[in-house]
C-alpha cells in the first residue's frame, strides 16, 4: 500500500500536487470536459482545509517542449477559482517557473494555492534520457515545497519530471485519485469477487497483447468485441469480409485462443455483428453471422445476439473489468453493442470497472458513469496496469 495524502502531516507545509488537467479545449479556449478537475478537488480540498499551502502542476496536449498558448493553463485556472470559490494564482510564464513563481510559492500560505503554467512548455519535462535537463528542472520544481503528491493517475505511466523526478528531492504520497485507482484495479487482479469477466475492445489485437496474456491468468471469462474481435474470428477460420484485420497478429490470436482452453478460461467471440459497406456513420447495414460475413462487408458494431451474450455474463459476474468498446461507437449508427454493454454493467450487482479512454468516454455519453463503481482516468495507465507493469508515477510515492 501507498502513502496518503492522509499519512502525514500538511499543516503549515508546502505541498506540490500533480494534477490531470490535460482536458479538452474548443476553438475559443473554453473547457468542453471539466471530469479530469472535478476529479482533482478532494484532494484539493483535503489539502487546503488542512493547512497546507498547494502548488498545482500539469500538462496539458502536446506543445512539443516549448510555450504555445493555446496550451495554457489559464482556463483550468479560472474553473478551479470557482470551484474551490478561492483565488488561484496564475501567471502564464513561459518557462513555467521563474522569479516571480518563486518568489510566489515562497509565500504561499496554509489555505492558498497557486497554478503552474503547462509543465510541457518546457522540453526537460519529457526527456526519456533523463539527462541533466531533465534533473534540473525536476530539482527545479522540488524546490517550490516540502512534500509532492501524485494525483495524475493519467500520466502515472510516463516517468517525467513532474509525475516521478520530483520525488528523488522531497517525500512523495500520493493523493485520492490515485489511491482509487489503485484500490479498484489492483483488487480486480489481486482479489477479485468472482466470477471475474473482462471485456476487451479496440481496433487491433497487436496493441492489447501483454492485456490479454495477464488477463488470461485472472479472469474466468474474457468477452472480446470491436474491431479486434475479427483477428481472433479469422484465426478460427471464419470469413471477415473486409472486416477490420490486424494480420501481424493472426498466429498471436490463434495462440491466446489456445492459451484461454488450457487455463479453462471462457473466451467468448462475437455471434453475430452488424455489417456496413463502408466505414461511414450512414452505409448500408444489416446484420449477419460473425462466422460468415459477405466480402463486401465490415462489422461495424456486434449484433443483438453477442450483446445478449455479454449482458448474461456481466449480469451474473461478481467482478466486471471492460476496455474498449464494442463497434464503432462514435458513429451514432454503430453505437447499440457499446451501449447494450454500458446499460447491462450499469444494472449490475457487481463491482464495475471502466478502464478509461474510449470506455470512460461511451460511459459518459450515455450518462451511465455514475452507475459504475469506478471509471478510471487513465487509458494508457489502466492498460498498462492490467497489464502488470509498474508505473513509475506511482511507484515513487512512499510505502505504508
Same mark, same amino acid.
Given at each position: 500500500?501507498? !502513502? ?55 500538462? $496539458? &496536449?502536446?506543445?512539443? &517542449? ?10 483550468? =485556472? ?18 513555467? %517557473? ?9 509565500? $504561499? !500560505? ?25 534533473? #534540473? ?61 473482462? %471485456? ?22 474474457? $468477452?472480446?468485441?470491436? &474491431? ?88 451474473? =459476474? ?23 454493454? =454500458?446499460?447491462?454493467?450499469?444494472? #449490475? ?9 474510449? #470506455? ?6 450515455? &450518462? ?22 509498474? $508505473? ?9
Amino acid at each position: 500500500m501507498k !502513502k496518503t495524502v492522509r499519512d502525514i502531516e500538511v499543516k503549515g507545509k508546502k505541498v506540490i500536487v500533480r494534477c490531470d488537467f490535460n482536458v479538452p479545449l474548443d476553438d475559443t479556449g473554453k473547457i468542453t470536459d471539466d471530469t479530469r478537475i472535478a476529479g482533482a478537488v478532494p484532494t484539493i480540498r483535503y489539502l487546503l482545509d488542512h493547512g497546507a499551502a498547494v502548488i498545482l502542476l500539469s500538462h $496539458l &496536449g502536446r506543445p512539443k &517542449g516549448a510555450p504555445d498558448p493555446k496550451f495554457s493553463l489559464r482556463p483550468v =485556472a479560472e474553473d478551479l477559482s470557482a470551484r474551490l470559490e478561492i483565488p488561484v494564482w496564475f501567471e502564464s510564464v513561459p518557462t513555467v %517557473i521563474d522569479d516571480n513563481v518563486r518568489t510566489r510559492a515562497a509565500h $504561499l !500560505k496554509g489555505g492558498e494555492v497557486m497554478l503552474l503554467e503547462n509543465t510541457r512548455f518546457r522540453s526537460e519535462e519529457t526527456d526519456e534520457d533523463h539527462g541533466a535537463g531533465y534533473d #534540473s528542472f525536476s530539482k527545479e520544481l522540488a524546490a517550490l515545497a516540502d512534500i509532492f503528491v501524485n494525483d495524475a493517475f493519467g500520466t502515472a505511466h510516463r516517468a517525467h519530471a513532474s509525475t516521478a523526478g520530483i520525488a528523488d528531492y522531497i517525500p512523495a504520497v500520493t493523493g485520492f485519485l490515485v489511491e482509487k485507482e489503485v484500490k479498484y484495479l489492483g483488487d480486480a487482479l489481486t482479489n477479485p469477487v468472482r466470477p471475474f469477466v473482462a %471485456i476487451l475492445g479496440g481496433a487491433k489485437v497487436g496493441d492489447k497483447i501483454k492485456v490479454i496474456e495477464n488477463l488470461l491468468e485472472k479472469v474466468d471469462t474474457l $468477452l472480446i468485441g470491436g &474491431g479486434m474481435a475479427f483477428t481472433f474470428l479469422k484465426a478460427q477460420g471464419y470469413e471477415i469480409g473486409a472486416s477490420k484485420l490486424d494480420a501481424e497478429s493472426l498466429d498471436l490470436a490463434a495462440q491466446l485462443l489456445r492459451q484461454a482452453k488450457e487455463k479453462g478460461v471462457e473466451l467468448v467471440l462475437p455471434v453475430d455483428v452488424k455489417a456496413g459497406e463502408s466505414f461511414d456513420n450512414d452505409t448500408p447495414a444489416d446484420y449477419c453471422a460473425a462466422s460468415a460475413i459477405p466480402a463486401d462487408r465490415m462489422g461495424l458494431d456486434i449484433g443483438p445476439e453477442t450483446a445478449a451474450l455479454f449482458a448474461d455474463r456481466i449480469q451474473k =459476474a461478481g467482478t466486471v473489468l471492460w476496455n474498449g468498446p464494442m463497434g464503432v461507437f462514435e458513429f451514432s449508427n454503430f453505437t447499440q453493442g457499446t451501449r447494450i454493454v =454500458a446499460e447491462a454493467m450499469a444494472a #449490475s450487482d457487481a463491482t464495475t470497472i471502466i478502464g478509461g479512454g474510449d #470506455s470512460a468516454a461511451a460511459v459518459e455519453q450515455f &450518462g451511465l458513469a455514475e452507475k459504475m463503481s469506478h471509471v478510471s482516468t487513465g487509458g494508457g495507465a489502466s492498460l498498462e496496469f492490467i497489464e502488470g507493469r509498474v $508505473l513509475p508515477g506511482v511507484a515513487v510515492c512512499g510505502d505504508q
